[in-house]
């Protein structure tokens, strides 16, 4: 049984949630997934199933339910609505939903000394009573997220703190009394004194990142602390040493739940890196109670392990493996036998793992399945699926998905989902467009979400989401990464002759061609896409980025004192003695008198001024290219009404310049009359209009 939805009523004085609960009508069984299906997508988790996270998944103490959040966007309110669920394992009884609405919880990043908003959803887990009648969560409103609470049986849900800073993470005490939270106290002083400093004028230094604003960001180191209040409401307080030790506050994002964990014996069990470097493999181990370690030998035990789990006096752990370890392998290690079986092996990606008494529970997605909530039999390694959040899109027609496998000169593995059309192929083949530059799990828009590929393929366009290769580095730590990739820039040609293979692959097939292809990225898919235009003018009749920061002047002057430095201590040369040589293999700068492909940037408000040295000199050597500047955003765009306008500007894109098609939409005349005049005079016209 696939569970569906019940629930909860409408609360006065909430945000009101309306496409979450119940599902939509289910569609008809020709229609074809287009981008509305993709906005309004339910989620649990992280957007991505490529980005490491700790599990949203919290059990109850009894193991026998399991509270999430299932998130969607509104376009309606331009944001995106959290629904808390709870599913009873034991029953086939249906979800409930005990609680919705609440603004986006963004998670914020760490960059070089200052910390800022990423655009990356932060993991809201919700936290169990020790009784198991309650729950404690996270909810954002009135501009601060603060500590609700909520009873399993029913009744309304309550704030429960009023703090002047944001929490950052709630747990129970363990008599039920008392509810912990995190918070950073210096922030609001350290805001105080930004203030301030705006009256005599902010101090040009390393906490400015001038492509952001004027304003200093805040320090990357800013202390955490531990704050207290009675669980049924009322004052808080700061946490005894007892009650900080008792806290433990979730991983980070990009990190995998690795432990350690224990069992109720008292064993431990986790996974410790082999050595320094930055995509260290790692190794399982398990600690008896009195402290005697057990390393694992076996081969299966070192490698990309992504969690770590006790059941039933095994250990049992999730593993990336096979092709630029596309497949995912559950295994379970006895350590006090040194026994070892595999239980499952799948080509679905599978995140969030956590153990329960009925076994694992993890979701899974597959390139044309979206994310589920499914149980994996820890005897027999069966897989059920326990809820589906997107029931009614079981109808779908979704086009074929074939998985292509390469290697590169330098023998490192990558892989491409080519997505084609339904139907037979025109004469001369099939458009394509390249989505970059991972490709787990459902196919959505590629990293960052920016280029929907089911709606691509709907209106007759190929696509080949294309997995980047590994990085051809053993270094050290983030520093020693990014000097061997910058290096005689190695990491953009390695990258750049796996697409290249790949298209190669592609086209042999002859239902592709080879003379309308587009390209696209965000971040390591835009450098890629600007490394290709430069280094294959030719290949490509149409691109779009939606990031451009990698530029002799971006890298010394957008980028702030602190991004100057860190650059220049790998060898790139100070914006005072500019050196071509060095630039010229990347710079669309340097290289815009030769680009001949059109060029669309839709670029946030936030990084926007590092692209435009590229544009401008495109525009001077007239280039057709086109930017749109997305406000109130990072450099991972969160808002649905701009998610929803950049699919439909990326999709008008390509089809126009792949397939010569213009939507007859009146309130796109404007679009097209500048896209026009850029084809015919192969340059952006000096004068254009909104």
Not at 33 to 54: K, N, T, V, Y
Not at 67 to 88: K, W
Request: charged share 20%; glycine share 10%; net charge neutral.
């Amino acid at each position: 049984m696939i569970a569906t939805f019940h629930a909860a009523p409408a609360r006065a004085g909430e945000a009101q949630c309306p496409s979450v609960w119940p599902p939509r009508a289910p569609v008809s069984a020709t229609s074809e997934l287009d981008a509305e299906h993709l906005l309004l997508l339910r989620d649990i988790g992280m957007p991505e199933a490529a980005q490491s996270a700790p599990s949203p998944l919290a059990i109850s103490p009894d193991g026998k339910r399991v509270a999430f959040f299932v998130t969607q966007a509104s376009l309606a309110a331009n944001d995106y609505c959290d629904t808390l669920v709870v599913l009873d394992l034991s029953t086939k009884s249906a979800p409930r939903a005990l609680d919705s609405g609440g603004h986006r919880i963004l998670a914020e990043e760490a960059l070089r000394g200052v910390r800022r908003e990423s655009g990356v959803p932060d993991i809201n887990r919700p936290a169990w009573s020790p009784d198991g009648r309650s729950l404690a969560y996270r909810k954002r409103g009135g501009g601060r997220t603060q500590v609700w609470r909520v009873d399993i049986a029913g009744g309304s849900a309550r704030q429960v703190t009023s703090s002047p800073q944001d929490v950052e993470g709630v747990q129970w005490s363990a008599d039920g009394a008392t509810l912990l939270y995190a918070v950073r106290p210096g922030r609001s002083d350290l805001e105080a004194e930004r203030n301030a400093e705006a009256a005599q004028g902010y101090l040009y230094d390393a906490r400015v990142l001038p492509h952001v604003g004027a304003e200093p960001q805040l320090p990357e180191v800013l202390s955490q602390a531990i704050m207290t209040v009675p669980a049924s409401g009322g004052l808080a307080a700061e946490a005894t040493a007892a009650q900080v030790s008792e806290f433990s506050p979730l991983a980070p994002l990009g990190a995998s739940d690795l432990g350690p964990v224990g069992d109720s014996r008292g064993w431990r069990a986790g996974a410790d890196a082999v050595d320094n470097s930055y995509f260290a493999a790692r190794r399982l181990w398990a600690e008896t109670p009195a402290g005697r370690r057990i390393v694992c030998a076996m081969e299966a035990c070192t490698g990309k392990l992504a969690a770590v789990i006790w059941s039933g006096g095994q250990v049992l752990f999730l593993r990336r493996e096979g092709w630029a370890r596309e497949t995912s392998a559950f295994y379970a290690w006895s350590p006090d036998t040194g026994t070892m079986r595999l239980l499952k092996r799948t080509a679905d990606r599978l995140t969030g793992c956590i153990g329960v008494r009925v076994g694992v529970l993890c979701l899974s997605e597959a390139s044309r399945q979206p994310r589920r909530l499914v149980t994996i039999d820890v005897r027999r390694g069966g897989e059920r699926v326990l809820f589906d959040p997107n029931p009614e899109l079981a109808g779908l027609v979704l086009p074929k998905v074939e998985r292509l496998r390469w290697r590169n000169s330098l023998g490192l593995e990558a892989w491409g989902d080519l997505v084609l059309p339904k139907g037979k192929p025109p004469a001369s083949g099939w458009p394509l467009v390249v989505v970059q530059y991972r490709s787990s799990g459902f196919l959505r828009g590629g990293v960052g979400d920016e280029y929907p590929i089911f709606p691509l393929a709907a209106r007759g366009i190929a696509v080949l989401s294309f997995e980047r290769p590994d990085f051809d580095t053993r270094a050290n730590g983030v520093d020693g990464l990014v000097a061997a990739v910058y290096k005689d820039w190695a990491d953009r040609r390695s990258v750049h002759e796996s697409l290249m293979t790949g298209l190669d692959l592609v086209l042999a097939r002859g239902d592709i061609d080879g003379r309308r292809l587009g390209l696209s990225g965000l971040s390591d898919g835009a450098m890629t896409t600007r490394y290709a235009l430069i280094h294959a003018p030719d290949r490509f009749l149409a691109a779009a980025i939606s990031t451009c920061g990698l530029e002799p002047y971006s890298v010394m002057v957008d980028g702030g004192i602190a991004q100057a430095d860190w650059f220049r201590s790998f060898g790139f040369p100070p914006s005072s003695q500019p050196d071509a040589g060095f630039w010229k293999p990347m710079s669309l700068t340097l290289n815009a008198a030769t680009i001949r492909t059109p060029l669309l940037m839709q670029i946030s408000d936030d990084e926007y001024h590092q692209a435009l040295g590229a544009f401008t000199a495109l525009r001077e050597h007239g280039k057709p290219v086109e930017m749109y500047v997305f406000p109130g955003e990072h450099h991972t765009k969160w808002q649905p009404v701009h998610r929803a306008a950049i699919y439909s500007r990326n999709l008008d894109w390509f089809a126009f310049w792949l397939q010569g098609r213009v939507d007859p939409d009146p309130v796109k005349a404007a679009q097209y009359r500048r896209w026009s005049a850029l084809k015919t005079s192969g340059g952006t016209p000096i004068a254009s209009g909104p």
